[in-house]
């Protein structure tokens, strides 16, 4: 055993695997937060609704939803 799989079966020990970045949702021509029009290839109104959005998002993921 090398110290490339020392490390990672020390990580997956510990919890620390890397989970892949999920796909970011795609631009439909509305915020993808509160459905506001907006312009083509945004997701979001503003920052404060892809902020929400984001916080929503991993709440859903944590609970496996």
């Known amino acids: 055993m090398d110290i490339v799989d020392q490390t990672q079966a020390r990580d997956e020990k510990m919890g620390l695997t890397l989970t892949p970045k999920p796909e970011a949702p795609a631009a439909t ?29 991993a709440q859903l993921r944590a609970r496996g939803l």
């Open 29 to 57: 021509g509305h915020c993808l937060f509160c459905g506001e029009p907006v312009a083509p290839g945004l997701r979001w109104c503003d920052v404060a609704c892809r902020d929400d959005w984001e916080f929503l998002d």
